[in-house]
């Protein structure tokens, strides 16, 4: 099996005053076609772990290789080519640009990697997640939600190898949820590997390998993970689990 991700001794400190540690010591590997979720209390650091892992964020010490490529010392056009050809990432807050319809936000990524619209992939997520009539509208007369499924159409029209997505469904009601759920994991059959930062613990249960974070550091890693084994390890953290 291909490693896709390896992250070794990623440190990431923040040049305050005094220094803060936001990731300490992480050490994780992801292949082709494996689905892993990141699962812990909000401020632990989930964002800021998928942020460096996926290119988007500077690490103090340690490295990541994306396919086999490392990012430390990575030139900047090469990196920004590898996440324009190799990743794809969804934000929490959606990332969508206001001043573009919904067409538009759809197939940017493509158009700036100088890439083809797949029309027929592209009707398809759309019916999916029923946006079709709203194309030609502007992100700020959707709702969240809609804001999110427009979010992840966009990933996953680009198909990369490699998704990073930074808690995909906190907007969607459970259908949506498990529909989008089922559709990163539909990629993974293919041999996309699905980094996902979740609160569901319903659908981190649904993933090959939960790692769970506390504090920038990873307490556990659950392979093939059970409602059983989340809920305890998650437990004293309901209270603060809400972003
Ligand atoms: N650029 C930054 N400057 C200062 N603090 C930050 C920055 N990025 C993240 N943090 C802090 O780091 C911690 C982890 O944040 P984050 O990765 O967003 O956590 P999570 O996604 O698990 O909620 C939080 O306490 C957050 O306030
Ligand atoms: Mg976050």
Request: aromatic fraction near 4%; include cysteine; proline fraction near 5%.
């Amino acid at each position: 099996m291909t490693n896709l991700l390896v992250a070794q001794h990623l440190n990431k400190t923040l040049a305050t005053t005094p220094p803060r540690t936001l990731l300490h010591d992480i050490n994780l590997t992801a292949n082709a076609g494996e689905f892993l979720s990141i699962v812990g209390p909000s401020g632990s650091g989930k964002t800021t772990l998928l942020r460096c892992l996926s290119g988007l964020d500077s690490l103090t010490s340690g490295n990541v290789w994306l396919d086999q490529e490392a990012l430390t010392t990575m030139k900047p056009a090469k990196l920004a080519k590898l996440r324009r050809t190799t990743v794809s990432f969804i934000f929490q807050q959606y990332n969508l640009l206001p001043a573009l319809t919904v067409y538009d936000n759809l197939v940017l990524p493509l158009r700036l990697a100088k890439r083809p619209v797949d029309q027929n992939q592209l009707n398809q997520l759309l019916a999916q997640v029923h946006l079709t009539a709203k194309l030609n509208q502007y992100p700020n007369t959707l709702s969240g939600g809609e804001q999110q499924k427009v979010a992840i159409a966009r990933a996953l029209l680009v198909n990369t190898r490699l998704i990073f997505a930074d808690e995909p469904t906190g907007a969607l009601d459970a259908q949506s949820r498990q529909m989008v759920f089922n559709n990163l994991k539909a990629l993974t059959t293919v041999g996309t590997c699905v980094v996902m930062v979740t609160h569901d613990l319903e659908l981190a249960a649904q993933t090959d390998c939960a790692i769970v974070l506390k504090d920038g550091r990873i307490t556990t890693i659950f392979d093939h993970p059970t409602m059983a084994q989340l809920v305890p390890a998650l437990a004293d953290h309901w209270e603060v689990a809400s972003c």
